[in-house]
């Protein structure tokens, strides 16, 4: 086929070859169809005759039509030879888009009308409509759906009239829904495939628009892929940053109608003339497929015997980029011949026109609709548009306009906007000179070229906002070039420097308001942040007067990146780490540099390589780099002086618009300024000479103005006001590198005067305090941080406030002097001369120590900004390898010293980080003891008054007031004010400071330190030990996930900026390196968001390695914390020493130890801890065998617990420990009986509590003590080895009960059994007993036992109030277990241990902290909040009895007025409808039970427990113990013969009880809680008969009732309890019939009596006893029992009782039917005359019987012997004991 076409084409160039497209599209949507339009070469016959052979003949019948296709083909070869340039069109199809990314439509192209598409569509019309201003790629998944292959096997048939784009939208609107359009349309056989996929970010072999070669592009001769440049749906905002000039040509239609003479098959032939010779055809027109590159002319579709024809075809073409008046476009109109006749020509032109591109300098664009000249147009027509009237000249319709074209540029030459290009005209004017020029209707001359240049520059605002963009950088280089080269205009300067300025200012403020989706984290528009560092630079003076700023300059190439982007500031990689190459400013710290500002230079001077260039810079990248030295550039005006200058000066709007981007014209300034001292050789001179008085003076100005600006308008725009505040801190920042620092710190001053100044009168002073540390944080953000604070400079204050250039710049002199001898104190204040010596230090801490004052108010959201700034300054010291030298980094903390005063001062507001923070007293008050009155006294070291003060001697801020550092003595750790992650950042940063400074310097500070802030500081180290400890992996992921994460996502990074938790310096590098599309994204040209300066949102995820290495820093950064706080216990131990507070002090350090070693810890810490602690009890032993016993006990279940680790190392330091201080205490008193107890004492409760307690492992630790006692020779002759022997042994014993308890962890009663036995047996041992009593409760806590938890603490609080009462007789403490009988009656076996037994005087004995009143205190708080919880309020009322007097004695309103409030609470809350519990009767039996066999149990299970639930529990639990098929289940509750039971078998049975009253007790059991506790006596009834049947008649059947006894009352200690005593009652037949009758008048007399009334119920109970169907009903029971007088005398009471309770019961039926009767409806009356029909002949039944009575019962026949009730005297009783 291509054979038959050769003649007719060039040979085809690579880049016609293409076979794959990349399109690019802006606004997704899902109405966007891929069009496929299918042109044949030209033949003759309209389109639907060429389209029959393709739709009638098949494939599969060749073989049949072969003479047919012969016939074709030749035809097709004699087309193809004359016609073969030629085209027309044949077919089309459309693949609609959203189907292949949605996967919801079918992949052929036929099912676009789907429902669920259509419901897609308008979902995402919907989104597109919130998100209109988004880029939105992710709108319609554009950019992430599954690459399809698709076949299309339908083309549409084209029809020659429907040709135009209109028809073919109707077309596309027709796929989308149900329409017979489409179908009426006939289908063309053909076949295509077609491969859609998302755009890969990095396409090889890819073509610009262009058609240049997009890099990678690795071999020349590869099939290429073409970029098709987009028409977006809507403006694009990018500004051009590479050349582009193409024009597209859309011929629409044609009207030939009227024309005379032969024109029916029309070709249009395109041509893009350079002047009006034939010759003059530019070969700029693109080439489509497999032809050249680029051709002279194009032809359009011809649609055959059309007059009219539409068009559709785009023409592409490459203009040149100076376009002149002659340059047009040239239309030449053909009729195409067909038809082979002799004579006639091929093509015939029948008609021309033309449309000039150039007018009045402007390109012309847009809908042309033109005269055709039937002629050829006479010499000179393309300065003139055919639409004039030639003389002479023929055209077609008398000069109507008969066709229509479009012409569409995309170019950076051509703004195609009025206002800019009459700007860019007039500058190009003045450059050139070129007077006069001619402009539209105007005339440019010298003299009015300057008001039309101003008038120009004014109307910029006026320019189309898609233009303005597209061309800014251009607009605002002109305006740059105006300000600093001022055009000269006959020998006289024009100032046009204020018009420029007010323009560039409108300007700006127009793309920033515009683009509000393009901002970047500090609200700066981030096109504009790009053009300041990658396109802005000083004009260069050698190109001329006014030479382009965006073209290539002489110093082009590092002048083009010269920007302060701080790329030598703090990578973006670590949230605060410095870069690892830092400036050259101070290479090495032993030498001092020549010259005191290398700094700019290096910025400056970076090559342009490091960074990657942008696109423009292609274009400059050969420019040659001349030194400054060689070429002097002088300027007339200076940039940054004429912006400060005009700025000071601007008014009205134009200062307002100034002010709302006042970032971009200070970075202006400042990149200026760099540029200026770089270019004039000025970075070698003095910083105070380097600028002029008059620009320093502007800059002064300026400052003020605007920090008046910040004061005056944060309450009304804070917006504003924020982003002001940052603009003007990071100016500040910049001009630390630049300028006089003493002057830019006498402006930071200016700053704080005005903002303190306003804060006295401020409404909402939070506000203005958080600019205030915004703009400190960013300022103190500057790379030479430390060096402008002079870090070893004596505190007498310098001559001027800020450091000279040398000390300043130097870091060497920083440094190398040693510490003068000065006050101590001094250093650790925020004195005068602290802060004017360490000026930004001063600022940073001054803020921490205002915000953290405890009296602020509503600044908590304060906290985070103050000590994130400083957490930013430490991190990066700490990561600075110019400081990572020990004595440097002293010198560094030096600084930050007053920040240990600042946190004990804040001590009370820090959240508590203990596990448990109830009853943890402070430190403080356990060294206090003795001090208390003294407290009124102490101010200590405060903070002095000039933390108050603003910087230079401002007044005082609003409110703010000195404080000490006083603590009550009896003070627990207050609700803490500073969030978990503040006071945790707080924490860390005190660590750094105490890890890095002197020691010497911080011994002699604390030497000064009062007992109290001694005290406070322990409390800190304390809290430090808590907040760092390693959680393991899990937790620190979920803390870190919560809390402390600072995740990569564009929110947090929001919140970071505002915060202030990331660097102003990393903020910098981050906004340069990412923000712009230039630096590190080579792909701009496919991905719009990038080009939008889109953030794209970062993975936030984490992978494995990510949490293995946070969990590695986790555990890092506890073991660090300790050992630091381990290093400032052992200064303080070193302090105190030889001073008369060591022991309250030591006890202090000791009780942090024992935290350290109560936390988590690495092994590495604890053998440091274990030696501190070896070292600390050997000095100072008195106070733990002198003093309080509660520091010895927590020592002992420490090193108990370490004991048991499974680190060798661990235990063998442990273990040391503990012999060590067995001997100790020995070696004072020739026994250890202290140590001894609470090594006791301690093993319980770690048995009790500890979850991963290792049994082996402490046996271990037990036999090592063991040797070191035998083999210690000093000892060897006393008592002490056997003495540690009898201990050893009874810890063995302690450990094998816990061996037992072990193995029945899963079974809960028998767990608590053992617990039970275990405290039974330390009945001697108080502090024991308590202490498993207390085990208990925590058991039946987790199992949600809240009652018998209650039970366990009450007993406990009973054996405090016993040894109480034996040590001191005190009225308002209960008297003993006595008082607590009214809480329950099993409490008074904790009176069993009397004074006689064991005296509580004992050493050792009754000496924790739970045996003193504040012990007694809290357990029944606790025992009080347990019985709440269980629903038992009646109880907390008997436990307050207890716990009121107490509060009363000791004036504790307070908790008086809680203790009523919970009382209230609990009265309240009492009501019937609770459940308390149900109770089983559980027997054992089978030797597989062991000591459980053949004993009985009442279990007490939670309320609404079904016998199933329980059975099938025990079963469960005892089948999988003993893991066979041996337990059984004994289903009836009769006695249980063990003789008949198999005796490999475990058997249990279980019956249901309910709570059993003796007559006598039901009077005082009248509530429904009254008969749920205190319970003892159970009771189940068995029915049986004499020959051993269940189930007999009336007369045979027997009841047994058996009332179990328990040994303590329900509820107790534990949920199962013994029978101790069983009981049978064997019940006659006739007393049976008794109680079934009674039952049954019972409900009759509930049913009638209910309120509200229950007809059902009333009928139900009725129909029950009057029934006529009714077995074994009343009537039967009176017939058997009543019909005769029994023979036996004993049933005389019997038969008469029965009698009597017929009487009652037939009373009860009367009452019961005089109910009914009033609530029935007319419904129900037969149903009850029925009803009384049945009562009536029940009752004259029963009359009969009931009448009778016996004489015999008026006679005394049985003597009154028993004191019980008939009942008692009749039946057969059997007693259990």
């Excluded at 004036?1451 to 409030?1461: E, I, M, P, S, Y």
Aim: one cysteine or more; hydrophobic letters at 35%; a neutral charge.
């Amino acid at each position: 086929m291509k054979g038959m076409l050769h003649s007719h084409g060039a040979h085809p160039a690579i880049s016609t070859l293409a076979r794959s497209a990349i399109f690019s599209i802006t606004y997704p949507s899902p109405e966007i169809f891929l069009v496929i339009k299918l042109e044949k070469v030209l033949q003759q016959g309209d389109i639907g005759e060429c389209c029959d052979p393709y739709m009638v003949l098949k494939e599969a019948e060749a073989s049949k039509n072969k003479e047919k296709l012969e016939k074709l083909r030749s035809q097709a070869e004699q087309f193809c030879a004359r016609l073969g340039k030629y085209r027309m069109p044949f077919a089309w199809t459309a693949i609609h888009l959203m189907n292949i990314i949605s996967s919801t439509g079918s992949l052929e192209k036929g099912d676009s009308d789907s429902e669920s598409e259509r419901k897609g569509t308008w979902n995402e019309r919907k989104r597109k409509a919130l998100d209109r201003m988004s880029v939105g790629e992710d709108v319609c998944g554009f950019t992430n759906f599954r690459p399809a292959t698709l076949t299309v096997t339908n083309f549409f048939k084209q029809e020659g009239d429907r040709l135009s784009d209109d028809d073919l939208y109707k077309f596309l609107a027709d796929m989308r829904r149900p329409s017979s359009v489409l179908r009426r349309l006939r289908p063309v056989t053909a076949q295509l495939k077609i491969d859609i996929s998302p755009a890969p970010e990095s396409p090889q072999y890819s073509l610009s628009p262009e058609l240049l070669h997009v890099k990678p592009y690795p071999d020349p001769r590869v099939r290429p892929t073409k970029e098709i440049l987009e028409f977006p749906a809507r403006e694009v905002y990018v500004p051009y940053t590479s050349y582009r000039n193409l024009l597209y040509v859309y011929p629409r239609s044609l009207n030939f109608s009227s024309r005379q003479g032969s024109v029916r098959n029309i070709a249009i032939k395109i041509q893009f003339m350079a002047g009006e010779d034939t010759s003059q055809a530019m070969p700029v027109i693109f080439g489509k497929s497999s032809c050249s590159e680029f051709t002279k002319e194009a032809y359009t579709a011809v649609v055959y015997h059309n007059r009219s024809p539409e068009f559709y075809e785009e023409f592409k073409m490459k203009i040149p980029p100076n376009l002149t008046d002659n340059d047009h476009l040239l239309f030449t109109f053909y009729h195409i011949s067909c038809q082979q006749k002799q004579n006639t020509p091929l093509e015939v032109p029948v008609g021309y026109t033309w449309v000039p591109l150039m007018q009045h300098g402007r390109l012309r664009t847009g809908h042309f609709s033109l005269p055709v000249s039937v002629e050829k147009p006479p010499p000179s027509y393309s300065v003139l548009t055919p639409d004039v009237q030639l003389p002479g000249m023929k055209w077609v319709d008398n000069h109507k306009a008969v066709f229509n074209v479009e012409v569409m540029a995309a170019s950076s030459v051509h703004p195609q906007d009025a206002c800019l290009d009459k700007f860019f005209t007039l500058v190009h004017v003045l450059e050139e000179r070129s007077f006069p020029f001619r402009l539209k209707d105007v005339v440019i001359t010298e003299s009015n070229v300057e008001a039309e240049l101003k008038s120009s520059v004014a109307n910029l605002r006026a320019a189309s906002l898609e233009p303005l963009v597209a061309f800014c950088h251009h607009v605002l280089g002109k305006l740059i070039l105006l300000i600093v080269r001022p055009p000269v205009i006959g020998g006289q300067i024009v100032n046009v420097g204020r018009a420029a300025f007010e323009a560039m200012a409108l300007m700006v403020t127009q793309i920033h308001r515009c683009l509000d989706g393009g901002q970047d984290q500090q609200g700066r528009c981030s096109l504009l942040t790009s053009y300041i560092y990658h396109v802005f630079h000083l004009p260069s003076v050698e190109l001329g007067p006014m030479a382009s700023v965006s073209g290539a300059t002489l110093l082009g190439g590092p002048i083009q990146y010269a920007t302060l982007s701080r790329a030598t500031g703090r990578p973006n990689s670590l949230n605060l780490s410095r870069s690892k190459s830092i400036s050259n400013s101070n290479p090495d710290l032993a030498t001092t540099p020549s010259t005191p500002d290398i700094e700019v230079q290096q910025i400056i001077g970076n090559k342009a390589s490091e960074r990657s260039p942008n696109r423009a810079s292609a274009y400059v990248e050969g420019t040659s780099f001349t030194p400054p030295g060689q070429q002097r550039l002088t300027a007339k005006k200076v940039l940054h002086e004429e912006l400060a200058l005009q700025w000071v000066v601007s008014t009205s709007s134009v200062r307002e618009a100034a002010l709302h981007q006042a970032w971009f014209f200070f970075q202006l300034m400042v990149k200026s300024m760099a540029h200026h001292l770089y270019l004039f050789d000025k970075l070698d001179t003095s910083r105070k000479t380097r600028f002029p008085d008059r620009f320093v003076d502007d800059i002064a100005a300026l400052v003020c103005t605007i920090s008046a600006d910040i004061t005056g308008r944060y309450q009304k725009d804070m917006e504003l006001t924020e982003r002001l505040n940052t603009s003007l801190a990071f100016f500040l920042n910049d001009l630390l590198s630049l300028i006089d620092r003493g002057f830019v710190f006498a402006l930071i001053r200016t700053y704080y005067k005005q903002i303190n100044h306003k804060l006295q009168t401020a409404q909402n002073p939070n506000a203005l305090i958080a600019l205030r540390m915004d703009l400190t944080r960013i300022v103190c953000s500057h790379e030479h941080y430390v060096t402008l604070n002079l870090p070893c400079s004596t505190l007498s204050p310098p001559a001027s406030p800020s450091p000279s250039v040398s000390s300043a710049t130097s870091q060497s002199s920083a440094f190398s002097s040693h510490l003068q001898d000065q006050r101590i104190s001094n250093m650790f204040e925020l004195s005068v001369p602290f802060r004017h010596q360490h000026f930004l230090t001063g600022l940073v801490l001054t803020e921490l120590a205002l915000i953290l004052e405890p009296d602020g108010e509503g600044v908590f959201f304060l906290h985070k900004k103050a000590i994130s700034t400083l957490q930013n300054l430490l991190c990066s010291h700490d990561m600075d390898t110019r400081y990572a030298d020990p004595m440097v980094k002293a010198h560094v903390a030096q600084l930050y010293l007053p920040l240990i005063s600042i946190v004990m001062d804040t001590a009370p507001q820090l959240y508590d980080f203990t596990e448990t923070p109830t009853q943890r007293s402070r430190l403080t008050s356990s060294i206090l003891c003795d001090e208390v009155g003294e407290l009124d006294n102490l101010t200590g070291s405060t903070i002095s008054q000039s933390v108050a003060m603003a910087i230079a001697g401002s007044p005082l801020p609003h409110g703010y007031k000195t404080s000490s550092f006083q603590l009550p003595a009896t003070a627990s750790r207050q609700p803490g004010t500073l969030s978990a992650e503040c006071s945790r950042i707080l924490l860390l940063c005190l660590l750094w400071v105490l890890k890095n400074a002197d020691e010497e310097v911080l011994e002699k500070w604390f030497s000064d330190l009062s007992t109290l802030q001694i005290g406070r500081l322990l409390d800190l180290m304390d809290l430090c030990v808590s907040c760092f400890e390693y959680k393991g992996q899990k937790t620190s992921e979920q803390i870190n996930s919560l809390t402390f994460k600072k995740s990569l996502d564009m929110k947090a990074r929001l919140e970071e900026a505002i915060l202030g938790t990331t660097g102003a310096r990393q903020e910098m590098v981050r906004r340069c390196r990412e923000r712009s599309p230039y630096s590190t994204q080579e792909n701009v040209r496919w991905r719009k968001n990038i080009t939008h300066w889109r953030q794209n949102s970062d993975k936030v995820d984490k992978s494995k390695v990510e949490r293995e290495l946070e969990a590695l820093v986790e555990g890092n950064l506890a073991a660090e914390a300790s050992l630091v706080v381990l290093d400032t216990l052992e200064i303080i131990v070193e302090t105190v020493m030889v001073s008369e507070m060591k022991e309250s002090v030591v006890g202090g350090v000791l009780r942090v130890m024992l935290h350290s070693l109560a936390c988590n810890q690495s092994v590495l810490v604890l053998q440091h801890y274990f030696s501190a602690q070896r070292t600390l009890v050997c000095k100072f032993p008195e106070i733990l065998f002198e003093e309080d016993t509660e520091l010895c006990g927590d020592l002992c279940l420490r090193l108990l617990r370490h004991c048991s680790s499974s680190m060798s190392s661990v235990r063998t330091h442990a273990s040391a420990s503990l012999y060590l201080l067995m001997r100790q205490n020995f070696e004072i008193g020739n026994n250890f009986a202290r140590v001894k107890m609470q090594v006791t004492m301690s093993l319980s409760s770690l048995v009790g509590t500890s979850q991963n307690f290792n049994e082996e492992y402490l046996r271990r630790s037990l036999k090592t003590i063991l040797t070191y006692a035998e083999e210690d020779l000093e000892l060897r002759d006393t008592t002490f080895p056997e003495q540690v022997q009898d201990l050893v042994f009874n810890l063995h014993m302690i450990l094998t009960d816990t061996v037992k308890m072990k193995e029945h962890q899963e079974d809960p009663e028998m767990l608590i059994d053992l617990m039970y036995r275990i405290a039974k047996g330390y009945q001697n041992s108080p502090d024991l007993r308590l202490t498993w009593l207390q085990n208990m409760a925590g058991k039946h806590s987790e199992r949600g036992n809240y009652a018998e938890a209650a039970q366990c603490l009450v007993h406990a609080a009973a054996l405090v109030a016993e040894y109480l009462n034996m040590l001191e007789d005190c009225r308002y403490l209960p008297i003993g277990c006595v008082s607590f009988q009214s809480i329950s009656v099993n409490v008074l076996e904790e009176s069993a241990v009397s004074d006689d037994i064991i005296s509580p005087d004992e050493e050792g004995v009754c000496s924790g902290k739970y045996f003193t009143e504040a012990g007694l205190v809290g357990l029944l708080e606790q025992a009080a909040a347990s019985f709440t919880m269980g629903g038992l309020f009646e109880v907390v009322n008997e436990v307050y009895k207890i716990l009121i007097p107490i509060h009363e004695a000791n004036r504790d309103f307070k908790k008086l007025g809680a203790v009523h409030g919970k009382l209230q609470d609990a009265f309240n809350k009492i009501t019937n409808q609770r459940m308390f519990g149900t109770y089983f009767r559980v027997g054992f039996y089978g030797c597989k039970f062991g000591d459980l066999d053949e004993q009985e149990f009442v279990y007490k299970e939670p309320s609404i427990t079904k016998l199933a639930e329980i059975s099938h529990r025990l079963e469960e639990f005892y089948s999988e113990r003993f893991r066979d098929e041996t337990v059984e289940i004994i289903k009836d509750s009769n006695p249980v013969d063990k003789a008949k039971l198999d005796p490999n078998k475990a058997y249990i049975q279980i019956t249901y009880v309910e709570p059993f009253f003796d007559t006598y007790e039901l009077k005082d059991r009248i509530t429904y809680f009254d008969k749920n506790y205190n319970l003892r006596a159970f009771m189940f009834c068995t029915p049986f008969t004499l020959d051993g049947r269940a189930h007999g008649d009336l007369q045979e059947q027997y009841k047994r009732k058996t009332i179990l006894t328990t040994s303590h009352a329900f509820p107790y200690i534990k949920t199962r309890i013994n029978v101790m005593q069983k009981e049978e009652i064997i019940l006659l037949p006739i007393e049976v019939a008794i109680e079934d009758m009674q039952k049954k008048t019972q409900e009759l007399a509930f049913a009638t009596h209910q309120d509200p009334a229950d007809a059902k119920m009333l009928q139900m109970v009725l129909q029950g006893c009057v029934g006529t169907t009714v077995n074994q009903g009343p009537l039967e029971v009176a017939q058997v029992f009543l019909a005769e007088i029994p023979d036996d005398p004993k049933l005389y009471r019997h038969h008469n009782k029965l009698r009597l309770c017929f009487r009652d019961f037939n009373k009860r039926c009367e009452d019961a039917l005089r109910k009914n009767k009033s609530l029935i409806g007319p419904d129900q009356r037969e149903y009850h005359r029925e009803l009384e029909r049945n009562f009536h002949r029940l009752k004259e039944a029963l009359n009969p019987l009931i009448n009778r009575k016996i004489p015999q019962l008026y006679t005394l026949v049985i003597p009154p012997t028993s004191h019980r009730n008939s009942l008692n005297r009749s039946s057969l009783r059997k007693m259990n004991g």
